[in-house]
């Protein structure tokens, strides 16, 4: 009688650990943020996966500068307005878009792309960005932030979205 309930408790923990273990590999190392907010009555929402630090270095280095990035981790990152914005000076329609970045040291290009719902990168590690499909884009300065932001994160504030992440940050100007 023992030994059975011995097998049985032994089976149990053996069941536990696997499951305990397909959960972890399943969960991203990139966890799915959104940021939401309203500016000029217009409701704004970012989808993004937020990836972390984890000692690298990010800016010329994981991320390069002068080329074309997701913004974020895993899927485009996703900005959605439910209506017509001005991105600085150039209109926005309502809609959803997916936003991709051109870091520099000194400034960075953020562009507004029609096509959302596709992976960031491909197999290659290039961006899925079709050139084609950009609708708006703006130069922006970049700023140092005055601590490292160990999680990529967006943040909607009455003057635009700001973009942060190591010890980079970007303002986007919305009206």
């Known amino acids: 009688m023992y030994i059975k309930k011995m097998k049985a408790g032994v089976m149990t923990l053996v069941l536990l650990l696997s499951a305990t273990t397909m959960w972890a590999q399943n ?49 485009a990152t996703v900005f959605t307005t439910d209506k017509k914005i001005m991105i600085g000076k150039t209109p926005l329609d309502a809609g959803s878009y997916s936003i991709y970045a051109i870091p520099g040291e000194k400034t960075w290009k953020i562009i507004f792309n029609a096509e959302t719902g596709q992976w960031g990168t ?54």
């Open 27 to 75: 969960a991203k190392p990139s966890p799915a943020e959104t940021a939401t907010g309203t500016i000029n009555g217009a409701n704004i929402t970012i989808k993004y996966s937020s990836p972390a630090v984890k000692g690298r270095k990010i800016y010329g280095g994981l991320v390069p500068y002068d080329k074309v990035w997701r913004a974020g981790a895993n899927e």
């Open 122 to 175: 491909s197999h290659g590690g290039e961006s899925t960005r079709v050139a084609a499909k950009d609708v708006v884009s703006i130069i922006v300065k970049s700023l140092k932030t005055p601590a490292l932001e160990e999680r990529l994160k967006y943040e909607i504030t009455p003057k635009g979205f700001i973009l942060a992440w190591e010890n980079q940050s970007v303002l986007v100007p919305i009206k």
